[in-house]
Every structure is written in structure tokens, then in C-alpha cells.
């Protein structure tokens, strides 16, 4: 019971005081669950968020509840769980109120009139910095390219559009593992698999 | 009815939130503006500045604001635990299934897979907020300004990787300015 309150303590403090998202507070929760409290070694947690990043779901809540789990059992997880999603819940709630209250007024009605573009903005960055990290080439660019044909100009769901690209990449990933001795871990050395449909020519290209 | 209707689409989030955030706000911005309209696109643009500067994850943050502007506090608790449901289901099944080396190899391959069409997806709802309700100046041979705030910031977050929340108090600022 004092690790499930402790665990729920250092998610809260850490759910709390971090902006900026779930891979901010990544070296924040090491510090505490690695470094001082001693729950979790290195290499495990390491390990562990590695199996975590690939996980559909909010980043924060998975950490916190595999740790959570690793920790102390299901009552761990939960009181992890809890600690990082309360502090966001509480702070979001106030502000919603607030905002409901003050939003018609002319001077804040003028200051979202400049945030909004910039949130535009802010939406758009991220994604063509994804799009570099992704090595997307002229020839695999057709997938983002398609994603956001179908979702903006033909309004197709995302949820359709993620589930046909999870289907094609899965695909894929196992062609990947197939061809690499160890189960695909030397994805570096492949040329990157960023195609959600293997083309018979990027299977000759790469025998 | 409209709990049940928070339930149904935050689960489904949290089951294809796949590649962070942005990627979920792109999902939560097809449900909430287009499908369900409970929000406008004026609104969504709002609450994603606001659960911007507000610290935890901002996927917690979207629903929570969501569920509290279409049915209360109940909603916001509702929409926030519905988006967190399929993380503590898979809990318990990823440890066992997916805690062994090659399993987590193909998890990994998919993933990198799935990351230009997920890339595709958050341009897409940038895109979709591209509007004149976004942009109230736009096209009314005024200056322009919002179509300025966006380029400058676009430029600062994409190539100098500037601090969002920095970005977006002084768009306000200049916004409380022009007009």
C-alpha cells in the first residue's frame, strides 16, 4: 500500500508540473523510479518503455501503468495511473469553467484571434517532422500524400485510414522479420520500411 | 445518450491512438468537429491552444475538455477514463504476449510503418483548420495578420524548434493588438 501511494505521489508530481507531453516527463520519471527510489534497473525500464512506445493509447497513462504494474501489482498501476492523469483532469476542468465564463468578452475573443492560426501552425510543424524522421522518399510519399486526400478532401475517418495502414505496415513488418535473422532488430540496415504495401520491386531490391 | 456516444469514441481513440498526441488530436478532431459537431472548428482551435499550455498529456487534456463542454463534469471524467480503458485492458495481455524480444521487434516494424500515414493524418486536421473562422482576416483585402502569425510560427516551430506554449502567448499578445 506505501509503494501504490508513493508511485501514485511521484506520477502526480510529475503529471503536475510537465508541459509539453509524455516524452518530456520520460527522463522525470526515470529519475524518480530508476535513480531514488531504486523500484526498477536500467536496463529493464529502458526495455520496457521501448515495448511501451509502440503501444496504441496516451504515452503518460501506459508508462505509468507498466510501471505502475511492475511496481506493486495491479494497485500500483491503478494509483500510477491515477497520479498522472488527476493533476490534468483538475487544472483542465478549472480552466474549461473559466473560459466558458470570460470567452464572449471582446479582449479575450481578440487574443484567440491570434492564437488560433498559430495553433494551425503548431498542428502542422509536427507533421512534416515526422514525415523527415520517417525517411519518406518521393516514391513512399504517396502514402501521406493519400492519408491526407482521404481524410481531409474525401473526409474519410482516420479510424478506417489508421486501420488499413496498420494492416498493410503489419504486413510489411513481417516481410522485414523474415528477412533479418534475428527477428528484425537490424531495421537500420534495411532500407526503411516506410511502404505500407511491399511493391514486388522493393522485395527484388532488397535481395 | 451522449455518455454512451463519449464512451464509444474515446475508447476507439485510445485502441488506434497510435504515434502520440497529435495523432489522437487528429481523430478526436474528426469525432468532435465533423462527425458528432459538438464542437466548432473555432472551439476545437481553442481547446487544443488551452490543453497546450496546460501541463500533462495533452490527449488527457482533449478529452477531459471535451467530455466537460458537451456533458459535464460527468463527461469529463467519463471521456478521459473511456480514452485510458484500452490501456489498462492491454496492460495485462501486452506483458504476457509482447514482453518477448521478437514479438516486440514486429510491434516496432509496424509502427515505423505506420508513421508516414499517421504523419498524413495531423497534416490533415491542420489542413481542415484552415478556415475563415481560424482566419478571420483572410481574404477580406485587410492585412492579413493571421495568415502572418501562421507562417512566422510555422517557421519557428518547424525549424527552431521553438517552445509551443512561448508561440502561442505571443500570437495572442499580437492577436489582442490587431484587432
Redesign the interface.
Known sequence: MKKALQLFLTFFRI?????????AMLSLVEKAVVDQKKWIPTDEFWDMI??V??????????TA??VG?RVAGTKG?FAA?LG??I???V???L???V??EY?DQP?V???????????????????????K??K?TWK?AI??????FL??WC?I???Y???A??A???V???V??RKTE????R?EDVP?????VPSQERKEAES | MIYLQLLWVFI?I?????????A????IQ?EVV??YAWMST?DF??M??????????????LA??VG??TAG?GG??LA?FA??L???I??YF??KL??N??S???????????????????????????NTQ???DFGRGQNN???V??????VA??FFKAN??L??V???????F??
Not at chain 2, 514486429?106 to 500515414?117: F, H, S, V, Y
Not at chain 2, 505571443?170 to 489582442?176: C, E, K, L, R
Open positions: 503529471g503536475a508540473f510537465t508541459l509539453g507531453g509524455g516524452y521501448a515495448v512506445q509502440s503501444l496504441p493509447g496516451v504515452f503518460a497513462v501506459n501503468l507498466y504494474h498501476a495511473m498522472a492523469i493533476p490534468s483532469i487544472i483542465i476542468l480552466l474549461a469553467t473560459f466558458r470567452r479582449v475573443e481578440r487574443i484567440f484571434k491570434g492564437i488560433r492560426p498559430c495553433v494551425v501552425a503548431l498542428i502542422l510543424a509536427p507533421s512534416l517532422r515526422m514525415i524522421s520517417a519518406v513512399t502514402i501521406p500524400i493519400a492519408t491526407v481524410i481531409w473526409k475517418s482516420p479510424a485510414v489508421i486501420l495502414a496498420i498493410g505496415s503489419l510489411y513488418a513481417i522485414i522479420g534475428d527477428g528484425g532488430r531495421t526503411s520500411p516506410q511502404s505500407s | 476507439k485510445g485502441v488506434l491512438g497510435f504515434g502520440g498526441g497529435y489522437m488530436l487528429s481523430l474528426h465533423d462527425h473555432t482551435a481553442d487544443v491552444a488551452i490543453s497546450q499550455m496546460t501541463p500533462g498529456p495533452i490527449s488527457i487534456n477531459t475538455y466537460y463542454t463534469f469529463s471524467l478521459s480514452l485510458c484500452p490501456s489498462i492491454m496492460v501486452i506483458l509482447f514482453m524480444k521478437k516486440n521487434a514486429l510491434m516496432e516494424n509496424t509502427l515505423k510503418g505506420l508513421k508516414p500515414a499517421i504523419a498524413g493524418l495531423i497534416f490533415a486536421a491542420g489542413l481542415s483548420m484552415m481560424n482566419f478571420v495578420i493571421s495568415v502569425i501562421c507562417v512566422l510560427v510555422f516551430s518547424y509551443p506554449i508561440l502561442i505571443i500570437s495572442g499578445v499580437i492577436g489582442f490587431a484587432y
